[in-house]
């Protein structure tokens, strides 16, 4: 089945990036990049930079990238960071 395939990305990729701001205080930002089906060509997807961005929200941003792909004629997988 079809769906079953681009239900679940093949890949996630979850990570942190510690930075000190100007008050010397050191913050923590999360990072989120998920790649869906590749089978037509590499993944292609923009970032989102957002507080409340979470993986639920790439998840669905990189699965809807495939059919803005494929509707567009790109060969390309769908991905979203």
Same mark, same amino acid.
């Given at each position: 089945?079809?769906?079953?395939?681009?239900? #679940?990305? #093949?890949?996630?990729? !979850?990570?942190?990036?510690?930075?000190?701001?100007?008050?010397?205080?050191? !913050?923590? &930002?999360?990072? *989120?990049?998920? %790649?869906?089906? %590749?089978?037509? =060509?590499?993944?292609?997807?923009? +970032?989102? *930079?957002?507080?409340?961005?979470?993986?639920?929200?790439? @998840?669905?941003? =990189? *699965? #809807? !990238?495939? *059919? @803005? &792909?494929? +509707?567009?004629?790109?060969?390309? =997988?769908?991905? @979203?960071?």
């Amino acid at each position: 089945d079809i769906f079953e395939r681009i239900a #679940e990305p #093949e890949r996630v990729i !979850q990570f942190r990036v510690p930075w000190v701001d100007d008050a010397g205080e050191i !913050q923590v &930002n999360r990072g *989120f990049r998920v %790649q869906f089906n %590749q089978a037509l =060509g590499p993944y292609k997807g923009g +970032l989102r *930079f957002h507080p409340s961005v979470n993986l639920s929200i790439i @998840k669905f941003l =990189g *699965f #809807e !990238q495939i *059919f @803005k &792909n494929s +509707l567009t004629t790109l060969a390309l =997988g769908g991905g @979203k960071g």
